[in-house]
């Protein structure tokens, strides 16, 4: 452990006082092995209070801490100076969503989509008395989908999204394919319906900045491939 | 709230993914400049052998040849990022991306560069 000197600095926005965000920077000193979330701990806690951001579980799975970090989205939490080679930090708010304050960007959309395909079981069939099995290649072909924690990394690093507010977007559409591709779910032709749309599936231009996003390395952009082979097959 | 809009997001356009998207599309506009080029050629076919000569040497001139190797080098680009692109859709290209871009590169650089010599050289087939 070496004590580091910091420059860093951060996309500021206060709706009250603010037209435009604006850049302010920070010098400070701190440990060299602390994450970027202890990085804006420290100024919030000793340098200046009014900086705006969300944390949480500090454990990499709320997903709370998303945000931009020298040109790539991040959790602050599970990111560690030691990925950088530089001592600066250039820290924004997620790109491609509205600031609500500093680096705390509106969710509101971002959840409206992912209700948009109605990301819960349903069944059709009756419900089985005990436990509903599925065979582990069945569980095999949803597990890493299944993992996404809806930090909104990958939807807001989407340059379709930038262009188009409407457009889905991966997350919502990785959820999609989490339960059009789970055995026990007999909701594929309604999900199907709502993605194979003008702003669902298609606004995919296989671009893979959401893989170069996503904290947990899911291969978003080939369960989306595998959505429109889906979305393709049905309607034939 | 404050809206930021996007149209060119430097950070994110470090990564082979997104080049390989601009690009395909510049070279699709490219294309089609040319596309427009050649039916504007064509059309001289109509208007007699005179003016359709007229046409053909003003294409013969250096100038045309240079955009040639330039055309020769859109093609082949656009050709082999969508053989890249079938690969994505449709055969697991997703999970090796970035070997398959810069395979696709390799193969459109080399054929390039023969039918560019090809086309300086004044060779037809």
Known sequence: MAKVKLNVKVLRYNPDTDKKPYWKTYELETEDDVTILDVLNEIHWNIDGTLAYRRSCRSAICGSCAMKVNGRNVLACETGLHQFNSHKLKIEPLPGFKIIKDLVVDLDEFFAKLERILPYLILKKPTPDKEFLQSPQDFDKIQEAAMCILCGSCTSSCPSLWANEDYLGPAALLKAYRFIFDSRDDGTDERLDIINDRNGIWRCHTIFNCMEACPKDIKITEYLSRLKVKATENSI | ?125
């Open chain 2, 1 to 125: 709230m404050y809206k930021r809009t996007f149209i060119f997001d430097p950070g994110y356009y470090k990564f082979v993914g997104s080049w390989a998207w601009i690009l395909h599309r510049l070279s699709g506009l490219g294309l089609i400049f040319y596309l427009s080029l050649h039916i504007w050629v064509i059309n001289s076919l109509t208007m007699g052998e005179e003016s359709f000569t007229r046409v053909t040497t003003f294409l013969n001139s250096p100038v045309f040849k240079i955009l040639e190797v330039g055309l020769w080098g859109i093609i082949m680009f656009h050709a082999f990022n969508g053989v890249r692109i079938v690969f994505v859709d449709f055969f697991k290209g997703s999970l090796f991306h970035k070997k398959l871009f810069f395979a696709m590169i390799s193969i459109a650089f080399v054929l390039w560069a023969i039918g560019s010599y090809l086309l300086l050289s004044h060779i037809s087939w």
